[in-house]
């Protein structure tokens, strides 16, 4: 019999397990940006060519409504802004956003974007046998398209392998097989989000799947197709990158790791 669990399993089930077991993390974003809407907004953030950065601007102590507010950028080809507040970083350079009241167009709040070039690719990890048979069969299901639960996902582009996804992904896979346990939660407390940005990876979103027991990626990716959570996490088009880690304990029992991201 399979068992799949949510993100937290306690610590005598998750000792317990002695069939193949899944567990899939929840889905972890960056937060949105809070404003406060008043002139002059002595405010600076910084984006790499290509990210985005949504901001929620608060009225009279609520979260504001997209129409009670007009966005503007002082420079579309470094920084554009939608009607809703989010950021898209263009091109190089320095921009101003604005953000007017539509009651009033003259209480302005702004603040300026600095957009700093897009850094070079990463060279791929090289993968074992193993690790690659586990993207190559991610990356054959989101080319399908495949059904979540109750949800339809259509086909999804293919997932990259990302030497600081990888690293993370494999040191929680080693220390899960080391330490005799299963959880997304070290026993030092780290979670998911906290030990892939130890690696270095600069992410906007982040999940992880994990797996115990399963002989072969066949039968892992296959399992994680067959749980709505692993699925959901598996054919998410927002992640565009994959490090898969893979461990052996000493009782012979293997433990895989998925962990998604995007930049």
């Known amino acids: 019999m399979r068992r799949s669990s949510s993100l937290f399993v306690p610590a005598s089930l998750a000792a317990a397990l002695l069939v193949p077991a899944l567990s899939a993390c929840t889905v972890t974003r960056r937060p949105a940006e809070a404003l406060t809407s008043h002139p002059a907004a002595a405010l600076e953030r910084t984006l790499r060519e290509g990210q985005t950065l949504q901001i929620e601007m608060s009225l009279n102590g609520q979260v504001a409504r997209p129409q009670e507010f007009r966005w503007t950028s002082s420079d579309p080809g470094v920084a554009t802004v939608t009607v809703s507040g989010q950021i898209s970083a263009v091109g190089a350079g320095r921009a101003t956003i604005r953000a007017a009241l539509a009651a009033r167009p003259a209480t302005v709040s702004e603040f300026q974007v600095r957009v700093t070039p897009r850094p070079a690719p990463e060279p791929a990890p090289t993968l074992d046998p193993l690790s690659q048979r586990v993207l190559d069969l991610t990356n054959a299901a989101r080319a399908r398209g495949h059904t979540c639960g109750a949800q339809a996902y259509p086909p999804a582009p293919p997932l990259r392998a ?102």
């Not at 959901?232 to 962990?259: C, F, H, P």
């Open 162 to 263: 990302n030497a600081r996804l990888q690293a993370a992904a494999q040191a929680h896979a080693a220390d899960m097989a080391a330490r005799n346990y299963f959880n997304h939660v070290a026993p030092d407390g780290r979670a998911p989000a906290a030990r892939i940005s130890a690696s270095g990876y600069e992410w906007r979103a982040v999940a992880e799947n994990i797996a115990a027991g399963q002989a072969t990626p066949e039968e892992v990716v296959a399992g994680w197709l067959g749980s709505e959570g692993h699925c959901r996490n598996l054919m998410g088009s927002a992640y565009t990158e994959l490090g898969i880690g893979l461990a052996t304990s000493r009782a012979a029992k293997r433990y895989w790791v998925q962990d998604f991201g995007t930049q």
